[in-house]
């Protein structure tokens, strides 16, 4: 296994035609800070110009996908705006590289990590794994392009609720909505996401990419307006005294208290 010079929370490893990308932060429920969703960035749009990659994969290291930005992902000078373009930079690059993405949900997926895990062309998921979009319960607004990812796939009544009420959306739920393509158990999940990986891999490179492309232009065509808004609204949204009180509450283990 090769460790990505990125980051040391990124893993990837290739195997014959497909690329393996692994998120390795499992104390954090791989929660993932500024050079994590760069690197993660720069593998998938790396793949595009290497004609051996047919097909990749994204996963998590250990109980989780990827429970969405670490707090600490503006540390070290890094702005809220950088931020904010880096995981848009995150989503696109895998909306918009040639080569099929397939998402292995081995468990939470929550913020940030929604939107990855939508962006695939294929999501596979575990049983115990769920969907979450937290933010308003800290004083924030859905990003990573959540806000057209989870309508383009479930429609407006499921995103509502998952972004207005911030509550977990189960594995099976997520299926039944339209958002994810199966609930397996692990050996199952391995099993199914191995099988896809292989045909893809030995497909027709060029065909299956202007399939993705006429796809993804016809269901994701909101998906750069929406980034948009999510970082002008989540810029405003993090200077403000709600997401003060919000992640305080977060870290003291108690309920928010937001002003009137």
Partial sequence: MSENASSAKLTTTRDGRVL??????????NAIDYATM????????????????????????GKAFCTGAD?????????????????ARLVTSVVETPVPVIARINGPAAGVGVGLALAADLIYAAE???FLLSFTNIGLMPDGGTTALVAAAAGRA?????????????ATAARDAGLINAVLGEAELD????????????GPRRALELTKRALNATNLAALEDALAREKAGQVELLGS?????????????RKAVFGE
């Avoid at 393996?20 to 429920?29: H, Q």
């Avoid at 005294?241 to 283990?253: C, I, N, V």
């Fill in 158 to 170: 499921v995103a509502n609720e998952m972004a207005l009420l911030g509550e977990r959306l189960s």
């Fill in 128 to 130: 115990s794994a769920y």
């Fill in 241 to 253: 005294p709600d997401f003060f009180e919000g992640a305080t509450a977060m870290l003291q283990k």
């Fill in 38 to 61: 760069n690197g993660i960035g720069d593998v998938i749009s790396g793949a595009a110009d290497d004609p051996g990659v047919r097909a990749i994969v994204i996963t998590g290291e």
């Fill in 71 to 87: 707090l600490s992902a503006t540390a070290g000078g890094v702005t809220p705006e950088e931020v904010m373009d880096c995981a």
């Fill in 191 to 202: 099993a199914r996401v191995n099988e896809a990986a292989e045909k893809l891999s030995h």
């Fill in 20 to 29: 393996r990308v692994t998120i390795t932060n499992p104390s954090r429920l």
